[in-house]
């Protein structure tokens, strides 16, 4: 019980650092935190395979792909030039917006509580690490090729999509590599100072890559 | 199984679900940076699953499981796209802010 109130804590406190983290760097180190804490949530949950599998692609894929994507487009672009990240005038109303649809949520929740009942169809709950128990590799595939093949199947077409679009979407249309590598990079967040610095035509040749 | 298996109540991994969601509905909402909004994205999708596998666990069916499989599927898509749709506004426009963001005006 106690684990379950610190991975709570660890998880709000590190999605609060996500979305309030100066830098998208800052940001991915929190969300790294905060996948590793919802794996060993999913463990004391019996998913032990999930968590497994949060862990390859969640912190290993997903995050990965982030740290790739911030570092190509500040590429070029000194550390400390790279400005914060303003929080806009939009923050008071986002953060009341989203605190109504929390008490919604809770308010909904608590006029129907959900009535439990135990199903079948599984295995049984057993300590996590138990050969066949409920939410090990083998169950999870017995069901994973055999009730629910279809889902997976659309998987498959879900990805497949996704690997066109993406080629489609990055793919060279553009001007040729040669001139985008001569082209400046650009820092992804706005840094007004630096903005009229650039205005005034001042040589800026501590930018230099 | 009943509920009293649980470590602690469901209502409590309700609970949470819903306060990491709407912290990443906060994270949409108030930050313009694309790529932490892809992130605030990504908390939303880890509430859900956290719901699925809650539920799976009680109920003792392997149905949540393999949507929360599906979700974590759909949601490695969905990085990917989205990211290869900052870069490509980055490419074209100086700066990533959504605010600014008006390629799709043609």
Do not use: C
Request: hydrophobic share 60%; aromatic share 10%; no cysteine.
């Amino acid at each position: 019980m106690i684990v379950f109130w610190l991975l709570a804590l660890a998880l709000v406190a590190s999605a609060v650092f996500v979305i309030t983290a100066k830098k998208p760097v800052y940001s991915v180190v929190g969300l790294l935190a905060n996948f590793t804490a919802l794996a060993i949530m999913y463990l004391t949950l019996s998913a032990e395979f999930l968590a497994v599998i949060q862990i390859v692609v969640y912190s290993g894929a997903i995050l990965v792909l982030f740290v790739f994507v911030i570092a190509l487009l500040s590429s070029g672009v000194a550390p400390f030039l790279v400005g914060p990240d303003r929080l806009p005038a939009a923050a008071g109303g986002g953060t009341i917006a989203a605190l109504i649809g929390l008490a919604l949520v809770v308010f909904g929740i608590t006029q129907h509580p959900a009535t439990i009942g135990p199903a079948g169809g599984a295995a049984p709950v057993g300590p996590v690490g138990t050969a066949g128990a409920f939410g090990s590799v083998a169950d999870f595939g017995n069901a994973l090729f055999t009730v629910y093949l279809l889902p997976f199947e659309i998987t498959a077409l879900i990805l497949m999509v996704a690997v066109v679009a993406v080629i489609l979407l990055a793919g060279d249309t553009g001007p040729s590599i040669q001139q985008r590598l001569r082209r400046k990079r650009e820092p992804i967040v706005r840094d007004p100072a630096f903005d009229a610095a650039m205005h005034r035509g001042e040589p800026s040749s501590e930018r230099a890559s | 199984m009943s509920e009293t298996s649980l470590p602690v109540a469901l209502i409590n991994y309700i609970g949470l679900s819903a306060v990491l969601f709407f912290i990443g509905v906060a994270g949409v909402i108030v930050r313009r940076n694309p790529l932490i909004m892809l992130m605030s994205i990504e908390l939303m999708w880890n509430a859900a699953n956290l719901l699925f596998l809650a539920f799976a666990r009680v109920w003792v069916n392997n149905a949540g499981h393999i949507f929360a499989f599906l979700v974590i599927t759909v949601a490695a898509a969905e990085a990917a796209i989205g990211l290869a749709i900052v870069v490509v506004a980055f490419r074209r426009a100086k700066y990533v802010d959504v605010d600014e963001a008006a390629l799709m005006k043609g």
